[in-house]
């Protein structure tokens, strides 16, 4: 799993428990999610259509550091499907994983578009061409 963004766990993004909001991470997550596939697909038009099952295994406090990591499952036609598990910076606790996240490449008219994508590129090999 590729760790790609880290956050800073700050008084605003607590819950009245004090540890962190499971609204405001779910946010982090799906943010990410659309980076990576609008980074992946070559297409700045993707929205989230489906997320599995949540598991939160434990959580974060004010200070802590976490680190949102994200591994492609499969590419289908329109989509991209991740995995997404986001850990303690220091103590390598998992916090949450997500076993199956759905994005979808839309066309100019919100529908899904086909992206011909069937692996994970870098921008690096993108580069050398």
Request: charged share 30%.
């Amino acid at each position: 799993m590729r760790f790609h963004t880290r956050k800073w766990v700050k008084p605003q993004d607590l819950n009245p428990n004090g540890s962190l909001f499971g609204g405001r991470l779910l946010e982090w997550i799906d943010e990410e999610c659309a980076l990576y596939s609008i980074i992946q697909l070559e297409n700045p038009k993707v929205v989230t259509k489906f997320m599995s099952e949540i598991n939160f295994k434990s959580s974060a406090s004010q200070g802590d550091i976490i680190e949102i990591g994200i591994d492609v499952v499969k590419f289908g036609n329109a989509s991209l499907t991740l995995r997404c598990e986001v850990r303690n910076k220091m103590s390598r606790e998992t916090i949450i994983t997500i076993e199956n996240i759905v994005m979808v490449s839309l066309d100019k008219n919100g529908k899904p578009r086909a992206h011909g994508k069937s692996k994970i590129e870098y921008v690096k090999d993108r580069l050398k061409d």
